[in-house]
């Protein structure tokens, strides 16, 4: 039973829309309220990054990871959201719950790296939620360091802190 990589297709995106729902439900339900989960459903994810590809593709790139056909995780990268040409963003990074601690999350993650250096960038960035300690702890000991600068936003009505990371690539 492995695990293989590959580029999404926009055939997939319904599945991770319904994976990476699941994948927030799982990790935010623990430091934040049901209110703020309860919105959106995993159609309405679906179509969100259905929406989405339609703008993004061309500069961004959306990896999914596949345990014998069967979706568990997917990575999506595209260039800094503010705008450093130097810069990739790492705009998500999911797992099924049940895939967690498994490497997966290693194989997705050494991926995109890969991608983002292939694509000419030197640095990384990330925005991760303040309370994410398990995604934040990943990261760290993957060699990304919080830069000090964090943003307000919501998820649903809740809002939530967001800091930034950043490593070399
Ligand atoms: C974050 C997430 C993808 C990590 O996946 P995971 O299954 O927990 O991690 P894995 O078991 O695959 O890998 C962990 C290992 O990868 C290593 N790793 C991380 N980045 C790495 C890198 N760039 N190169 C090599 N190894 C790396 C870590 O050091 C860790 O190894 P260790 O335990 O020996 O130190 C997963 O926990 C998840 O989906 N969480 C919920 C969603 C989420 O919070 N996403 C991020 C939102 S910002």
């Not at 309220?33 to 593709?57: I, M």
């Not at 997917?74 to 099924?96: K, M, Q, R, V």
Request: hydrophobic share 40%.
């Amino acid at each position: 039973m492995t695990v293989t990589l590959r580029h999404a297709t926009v055939d997939d995106l319904m599945a991770v829309g319904a994976l990476h729902q699941g994948s927030r439900v799982a990790t935010y339900s623990s430091f934040l309220p049901p209110e703020a989960l309860a919105d959106p459903t995993s159609e309405a994810l679906g179509a969100y990054w259905v929406e989405r590809w339609t703008w993004e593709r061309d500069e961004h790139r959306m990896t999914v990871a596949e345990r014998d056909g069967r979706l568990v995780g997917f990575s999506y990268l595209g260039p800094d959201d503010e705008g450093d040409p130097a810069t990739g963003l790492l705009n998500a990074i999911h797992l099924d719950p049940a895939e967690r601690g498994r490497g997966t999350g290693r194989q997705l993650m050494v991926d995109a790296l890969a991608a983002m250096r292939s694509r000419g960038w030197s640095r990384a960035v990330l925005w991760v939620l303040r309370e994410n300690t398990v995604a934040r702890r990943f990261y760290e000991r993957g060699g990304w360091t919080p830069t000090g600068q964090s943003r307000n936003e919501h998820i649903g009505p809740v809002a939530v802190l967001q800091l930034r990371y950043a490593r070399l690539l």
